[in-house]
């Protein structure tokens, strides 16, 4: 390089000076607009996820000021549970059920709104309504429907000369009385999430396959439904989370019971981190949630996504 | 007939296909079979539509009706009458106008406070030039994958060392930020032409400026869908608040539903319908008026997401 010469050097020395005072402003004004929403997600959401990791190493009570190291002892307790088969398998089912359910019967609406059929906005909004309401609320009006005694449900199936199963008490009604609640409330979103995917399906594409003589039952599963797989990769990542993550209509409905057959992954971290106070426990069973929610997430994006871009 | 037929041709590009296959695709459309299957359409989303609102009717039904009209056989469609009984006893039992209050308050502040972050981290991540803009949005991205739920027991722990249980403050502070409208903000922004901020940066416009005069006007449909849905799930929001609020002053509605069925008992039909037709009701009636910019707001996140 050798030495420049006064006369170059200066401007260049002035430049980049200029740019490390413009990089500093621009990382002042980043701070000053996205450090707010990027501190509170720091503190209340990063924080406490490897805050968990580390009190489910522990054996430790809510506000207790004694807490012991236990290495992966709240794990093998858990995994050594005999309840935990039970937790697993009805998280998996409710999971499987509503996931599964409320995809084919939102599409099943979706296409049966996405024809021009008069008073289909009225159907739209009524099935979309219970998707807004509060999640306690919905289960205190469907444990009144569901009463075996005085219910709605039980005058309907007497009409059928059927008598009302003991929804609250047998098995294994009380989760199939959740998982149908779940549908109820979620299907009219589906539907309205399938219903604007199969509107940007352009008409045209139909039309030629109807012309090329394919029926309707072949331009669904071969024009229509391939369109829609981004939409429903997008359904199955969000329901799958959202059931993982379901609690307020099982706290309204049967409160984890009974004898625990309604008891999620979800609800056993609110039961052992609450309701007993065992935080370390609780923190453990949280992690084992976080990882399979993690676990699916990915197994989804892996397997599920390669299949729906295809052209 | 043939006029439907031209049309349809003019709107395909290019008919290749011949004549027979034409008259076979014209009666399929018109054939009787369509006709029964809008028939057979009907009668089921007419039976869909009656299973979905009829039990929010039998609520508000149920709501006005006395203990002994619930639960005596045969069942009455209608109330004796149509008065307020049951609603009075929901606010004779808890503090019915503040949990009414609490609910308006915190869903107002949390969702102000939610939707100015998200504008101002998505303005940032798109428009301001550094050089970890990557790993900034990769942070970002990942709180996505992190439930919710797995953070209460140890934020639970914080809020109790500060001494912000049964406090506004810690109903509201953990959930200020929001990974996802952020995200559906940064969306909206990306599509815009970076010439319009390029001028006003010409012009000398600080960033502050250019966020709320230029790019918060032009993405008013994203930022109103993205407050709607927001509003809806703060309004509904339940694990935390109960955990936080001991006391019915501090608490909101749907905490406020689970602490009068714990007071009257799961019996009390009449009283537990009443305030929960409280908490269904303005909810579903503010949803008819904002329906459009609601489902907007739902359907960008699947769409373009």
């Known amino acids: ?311 | 007939m043939t006029n439907a037929l031209t049309q349809r041709r003019g709107a395909t590009p290019a008919p290749t296909a011949t004549d027979p296959a034409i008259g076979r695709h014209r009666r399929r459309r018109r054939g009787p079979g369509s006709v029964l299957l809008d028939a057979g359409l009907y009668v089921m989303l007419l039976l869909g539509t009656l299973v979905m609102a009829f039990p929010l009717i039998w609520m508000v039904l149920a709501s006005f009706k006395t203990n002994s009209e619930i639960s005596t056989l045969p069942l009455q469609l209608l109330p004796s009458s149509w008065d307020l009984d049951n609603f009075v006893a929901v606010a004779n039992s808890i503090p019915l106008p503040r949990m009414i209050a609490n609910s308006v308050a915190i869903t107002a502040v949390s969702t102000l406070f939610k939707v100015l972050l998200g504008l101002g981290c998505a303005y940032a991540l798109v428009f301001v030039e550094v050089p970890f803009k990557k790993i900034a949005f990769t942070v970002l991205l990942f709180t996505l994958l992190i439930p919710g739920q797995i953070t209460i027991i140890p934020n639970y722990v914080l809020v109790a060392g500060l001494d912000w249980t049964n406090t506004y403050a810690g109903i509201i502070v953990p959930g200020l930020a929001s990974a996802f409208g952020t995200f559906l903000f940064r969306q909206q922004f990306m599509q815009l032409p970076h010439s319009l901020t390029e001028a006003a940066e010409l012009d000398g416009a600080s960033h502050l400026r250019r966020l709320f005069q230029i790019v918060v006007p032009i993405s008013a449909p994203t930022i109103a869908a993205v407050t709607l849905v927001t509003i809806v799930s703060e309004w509904n929001e339940y694990l935390w608040p109960s955990l936080i609020a001991r006391t019915p002053e501090l608490m909101t509605l749907p905490v406020g539903l689970t602490h009068l069925q714990d007071l009257e008992g799961v019996q009390n039909w009449g009283v537990l319908l009443a305030a929960t037709t409280v908490v269904t009701v303005p909810m579903l009636v503010i949803f008819l008026f904002v329906q459009r910019r609601l489902v907007a707001g739902l359907t960008t996140g699947a769409v373009t997401g």
């Open chain 1, 1 to 311: 390089m050798g030495s420049p010469t006064l006369g170059i050097a200066v401007p260049e020395t002035r430049r980049a000076t200029a740019r490390r005072k413009k990089l500093r402003r621009n990382i002042g004004i980043f701070l000053l607009l996205a450090g707010p929403n990027y501190l509170v997600l720091m503190v209340f959401t990063y924080r406490p996820m490897f805050l968990s990791f580390y009190y489910s190493l522990l054996n430790w009570n809510l506000g207790s000021q004694m807490a012991q190291f236990v290495g992966l002892g709240n794990y093998a307790e858990w995994f050594n549970d005999p309840e935990t088969p039970r937790v697993l398998l009805t998280t998996l089912l409710y999971a499987l059920c509503t996931v599964a359910g409320g995809m084919a019967g939102g599409l099943a609406l979706a296409l049966a709104l996405n024809r021009k059929l008069a008073g289909r906005g009225i159907v739209r909004t009524v099935t979309f309504a219970p998707y807004v309401l509060s999640g306690i609320a919905v289960g205190f009006l469907w444990i009144y429907i569901f009463n075996p005694n005085i219910g709605l449900l039980a005058i309907v199936l007497g009409w059928f000369d059927v008598a009302s199963p003991e929804w609250f008490t047998q098995q294994p009604w009380p989760l199939l009385m959740i998982i149908v609640v779940t549908l109820w409330k979620h299907v009219g979103y589906v539907a309205l999430i399938y219903l604007a995917g199969l509107q940007s399906v352009p008409q045209d594409l139909r039309d030629a396959a109807a012309l090329d003589g394919a029926g309707t039952l072949r331009t669904f599963s071969r024009i229509t439904l391939p369109l829609l797989g981004p939409i429903t990769f997008f359904l199955l990542i969000t329901l799958t989370l959202s059931a993982l993550q379901s609690f307020d209509l099982i706290r309204a409905m049967t409160n984890g019971g009974p004898l625990g057959s309604t008891k999620t992954l979800m609800f056993q971290v609110y039961v052992e981190g609450f309701q007993i106070g065992r935080a370390g426990y609780g923190s453990a069973v949280a992690t084992v949630l976080f990882v399979l929610l993690l676990v699916i997430t990915v197994i989804q994006m892996k397997f599920v996504e390669r299949r729906v871009h295809y052209q």
